[in-house]
């Protein structure tokens, strides 16, 4: 290794180290591969962006809610001792109920919910070809598609949200 | 009550008032010294008839008990405790409320510091847990927390609220409830960790990065969406609190703290931070805290916690003991910064009072008010107003819900009807010494 040999030369050297970004932080941090992340990696974007491979059906969605949703949001999405997931009426004021499909600006956002945090006892125990499914059974049980639509990375992002434009960014300079 | 045959009592009556109902000069009692102040009567002092000689208590005729490894205070302190809405843990989420009405000073014990759990405190071992950061970064990166403790810390202080904070007055009505029921989820601490910013600079920021979504370790992953211009400027990854490690409930062993900022978005048990584009549009963010304003509009990105202060001393519940000399103190706070100014009103906001501020005077943290009082023992309506540093002012109840609205019918104490209420509060203070919430 080269030594500087006068204190002029010292200085130069310690200024471009300490000036290369590299030696400020502790850089304790592992390097992390996207396989070692896949199990975490779960975030889904408004549009469609981190949505996995796979798909599910009205009917089959159907089929898991009775088994693993009804008894808390109700028979039919109806609600019971949580939240009701069917519903449209307007949104007036403070009062009224916030519902997924007279809320929620968007459809992606169900997945991603569902698939962090539902069941409330079992999370992450569905897989995404059932989160796929609910999510298109209660899309279809609020009339926002069809009866027999499949739900997969292409269709659900697509989906349009009736309150998609009833929001006002509160602090815009902020963002 | 004061006893006008003492010299020290003559004085006080002699003090001049400043503002209605007998509110004294926030200097008054730092210029009257201590013949002063022993002559203030508290709202749980007792007065005795008859002079009683001091004796020695049993505690002072034999030696104490050991000295315990973890301090717990008095077994006479065991009522100051938060509330709690689902102490059997049922599946939904809990609340424990702050006792501000029962504390002083401006940092929250650890132990009272209020709590939202969505789905319980999960019990994370520390050596298990890991921070990932990814998505538009040039390097992902994964933390231990044994890494994280060889990092540069800082400590500071801050105050976190709910969003939901203060949702009884959204009510038509006054909802008659202690400051601990109305006020109560919000806390103040110091927290020492890692800047967040220092570990965006080994993982570098793509330049098209604007939000991250900060994820936690608990059961619902709750996850919300935050700028990078907020990660870049105070946000830190938070390790400890009040000195010692993160309580359970605060997210042990690490959460993020958005200084200033709405609660829910400081995640607890924080574990992965992925920078991306545009925000999640997550659960929180697209359904609870977006705050319905009248005509069916719904505010997005609700992130600043405004400026704000609450009289704790007295307040509903905590009745006056008689006619005397009273210190009213309260809390204030402001996301946009530090307190500028607060003042106290005893006539229903007719006359003000500057309130001294108790140094040190924080950003974004709580600042305790105070001001010295003469009750006469007539009825009065005590208000705090505060100002911060940005020039903003707390709205009246009336400016407020002109804006915002109210409800049409009376909501449970315990209920949110709607989020990011900061008005000014008002206790009216009755003949008896009975203190009410009110709208004035």
Redesign the interface.
């Known amino acids: 290794m080269y030594m500087p040999r006068c204190a002029t030369c010292l200085v130069l050297v310690v200024f471009l180290v300490s000036t290369s970004g590299l030696a400020q932080t502790p850089n304790l941090g592992k390097p992390l591969t996207p396989d070692e992340l896949a199990g975490w990696d779960i975030n889904i974007l408004p549009d469609g962006t981190g949505l996995p491979a796979g798909s599910g059906t009205t009917s089959e969605g159907a089929r898991i809610y009775s088994a693993k949703c009804a008894m808390c949001h109700g028979e039919n999405g109806k609600g019971g001792t949580n939240a009701r997931l069917v519903g449209r009426e307007p949104i007036k004021d403070m009062e009224s109920e916030k519902t997924i499909a007279n809320f929620w600006p968007y459809a992606t956002t169900l997945f991603d919910y569902i698939r962090r945090a539902m069941p409330w006892r079992q999370p992450r125990s569905l897989s995404n070809d059932e989160v796929y499914a609910l999510t298109a059974y209660i899309l279809s049980l609020n009339k926002l598609i069809g009866e027999n639509e499949t739900m997969n990375a292409q269709t659900l992002p697509k989906v349009r949200m009736p309150n998609r434009d009833g929001f006002i960014i509160r602090f815009p300079d902020r963002l | 009550m004061t006893n006008p045959g003492k010299e020290s009592d003559k004085r006080l009556l002699n003090l001049p008032v400043v503002a209605g109902n007998g509110l004294l000069h926030r200097r008054a009692f730092l210029r009257g010294g201590t013949a002063l102040a022993g002559a203030m009567t508290g709202y749980s002092l007792v007065q005795s008839a008859s002079a009683q000689r001091l004796v020695d208590d049993p505690w002072s005729l034999e030696p104490g008990n050991p000295v315990p490894e973890y301090g717990t205070r008095s077994r006479f302190e065991k009522d100051v405790v938060r509330t709690l809405t689902n102490p059997k843990g049922e599946?939904?989420n809990q609340h424990a409320r702050t006792p501000h009405h029962l504390l002083n000073g401006t940092l929250t014990p650890n132990g009272l510091h209020f709590v939202i759990s969505h789905?319980g405190d999960p019990d994370i071992d520390p050596e298990k847990h890991r921070l990932?950061?990814?998505g538009l970064v040039k390097?992902?990166?994964?933390?231990t927390l044994e890494?994280?403790a060889?990092?540069?810390m800082v400590s500071r202080a801050a105050f976190i609220e709910c969003g939901g904070n203060s949702a009884p007055l959204?009510s038509k009505e006054p909802i008659q409830a202690n400051v601990q029921a109305l006020h109560g989820l919000v806390s103040c601490a110091e927290w020492t960790g890692v800047l967040l910013s220092?570990?965006l600079?080994?993982?570098g920021v793509d330049s098209k990065a604007?939000w991250l979504?900060a994820?936690g370790a608990d059961?619902?992953?709750?996850?919300r969406s935050v700028?990078v211009?907020?990660a870049l400027d105070d946000a830190m990854i938070a390790l400890y609190q009040n000195g010692e490690r993160l309580m359970p409930g605060n997210g042990y062993p690490m959460r993020l703290l958005l200084p200033g900022w709405e609660g829910n978005m400081n995640i607890k048990w924080l574990?992965?931070i992925?920078l991306?584009?545009?925000?999640?549009?997550?659960?929180y963010e697209?359904?609870i805290y977006?705050?319905?304003?009248?005509?069916?509009?719904?505010?997005?990105?609700?992130?600043?916690q405004e400026v704000k202060s609450f009289i704790t001393h007295p307040s509903p519940g905590l009745a006056m003991k008689g006619p005397g000399f009273y210190e009213i103190s309260g809390i204030a706070y402001s996301g946009n910064g530090s307190i500028a100014k607060v003042m106290v009103s005893a006539d229903g906001g007719k006359t003000w009072s500057q309130a001294a501020l108790q140094e040190p005077v924080l950003s974004k943290s709580f600042t305790r008010f105070r001001l010295p009082w003469r009750w006469d023992g007539s009825p009065a309506i005590l208000q705090s107003r505060a100002w911060d540093e940005a020039g903003y002012a707390q709205p009246t109840r009336a400016e407020f819900v002109a804006v915002r609205?109210e409800?049409?019918?009376v909501p449970a104490v315990t209920a949110f009807?709607?989020e990011h209420y900061n008005a000014i509060s008002s206790w009216a203070i009755e003949s008896t010494g009975e203190v009410k919430h009110v709208y004035a």
């Open positions: 599946p939904r789905a990932a950061i990814h390097q992902p990166l994964v933390f890494t994280l060889r990092y540069p959204f220092t570990l600079e080994e993982t604007k979504v994820e059961a619902p992953h709750l996850s700028p211009t907020k574990r992965r992925q991306t584009e545009s925000p999640g549009m997550t659960y697209s359904k977006a705050p319905i304003v009248p005509g069916g509009k719904a505010y997005q990105f609700y992130f600043l609205g409800t049409s019918r009807p709607n």
